[in-house]
């Protein structure tokens, strides 16, 4: 029969020390399997209390259910049923990321072109009012032009007579004999220049010539 080195040190009584150095020193017979050491004991160097009761203890070990050992095949299983879940996962996860990345770019391309709508409606009504803004001021300059020239319109005057100096425009152009409509044409040839024009001469929101000084053949023809 073989007993492990547990086994022979709690039947003979024996140290593991001992037990190590007598196999070192080839004083007892041994074999080992899987890693296990097994001393050889002959039945005849036993008594018969002995042999009965190391039988009965081996007996007893071996109708227990033993727990299977842990291998590396074992190990490596487990380590691959792991890999593959944690894979499986991480593909779930990759999927729900893209799923949200998605959705998120969805939601800001929507929100993107409801601003865009509202802005061009914005520009619209802008570009609306600017529209009636600058139709209302050229409707002001044209009502101010022709106020100016309605406010040179000789109003039942008497005749003036001018000399060779300054005369003012409205008296020169009463002076005339022309009709109304000629007087306002020329009128306005004085009203759209005087400001850039040094022969004509602004003083108290009336215009006057100076024909000793100046030819305004030009205005005048």
């Given at each position: 029969?073989?007993?492990?080195?547990d086994e022979y040190?709690?039947?003979?009584?024996?140290?593991?020390?001992?037990?190590?150095?007598?196999?070192?020193?080839?004083?007892?017979?041994?074999?080992?399997?899987?890693?296990?050491?097994?001393?050889?004991?002959?039945?005849?160097?036993?008594?018969?209390?002995?042999?009965?009761?190391?039988?009965?203890?081996?007996?007893?070990?071996?109708?227990?259910?033993?727990?299977?050992?842990?291998?590396?095949?074992?190990?490596?299983?487990?380590?691959?049923?792991?890999?593959?879940?944690?894979?499986?996962?991480?593909?779930?996860?990759?999927?729900?990321?893209?799923?949200?990345?998605?959705?998120?770019?969805?939601?800001?391309?929507?929100?993107?072109?409801?601003?865009?709508k509202v802005y061009?409606?914005?520009?619209?009504?802008?570009?609306?009012?600017?529209?009636?803004?600058?139709?209302?001021?050229?409707l002001e300059r044209?009502?101010?032009?022709?106020?100016?020239?309605?406010?040179?319109?000789?109003?039942?005057?008497?005749?003036?007579?001018?000399?060779?100096?300054?005369?003012?425009?409205?008296?020169?152009?009463?002076?005339?004999?022309?009709?109304?409509?000629?007087?306002?044409?020329?009128?306005?040839?004085?009203?759209?220049?005087?400001?850039?024009?040094?022969?004509?001469?602004?003083?108290?929101?009336?215009?006057?010539?100076?024909?000793?000084?100046?030819?305004?053949?030009?205005?005048?023809?």
């Amino acid at each position: 029969m073989r007993l492990t080195i547990d086994e022979y040190c709690k039947h003979f009584k024996m140290s593991k020390e001992m037990i190590n150095s007598k196999i070192r020193t080839k004083k007892l017979n041994y074999i080992i399997e899987n890693g296990v050491t097994y001393i050889i004991v002959t039945r005849s160097s036993l008594d018969k209390d002995k042999r009965n009761e190391i039988y009965q203890e081996q007996k007893s070990a071996t109708t227990q259910v033993l727990k299977p050992r842990t291998t590396v095949a074992t190990v490596l299983a487990l380590y691959q049923k792991e890999n593959t879940a944690l894979k499986n996962k991480i593909i779930q996860l990759e999927t729900k990321i893209d799923k949200l990345i998605d959705d998120k770019e969805q939601m800001l391309r929507d929100e993107r072109d409801k601003i865009e709508k509202v802005y061009s409606s914005k520009d619209e009504q802008l570009k609306n009012i600017l529209e009636l803004i600058n139709n209302k001021m050229r409707l002001e300059r044209e009502q101010t032009t022709l106020h100016e020239i309605e406010s040179f319109h000789p109003n039942n005057e008497p005749d003036v007579k001018y000399n060779s100096d300054t005369i003012e425009l409205k008296e020169y152009l009463k002076s005339l004999g022309i009709n109304s409509s000629k007087r306002k044409i020329l009128k306005k040839r004085f009203l759209d220049v005087y400001d850039s024009d040094a022969r004509i001469i602004q003083k108290n929101g009336k215009l006057y010539l100076n024909f000793s000084k100046y030819d305004y053949s030009d205005l005048l023809a």
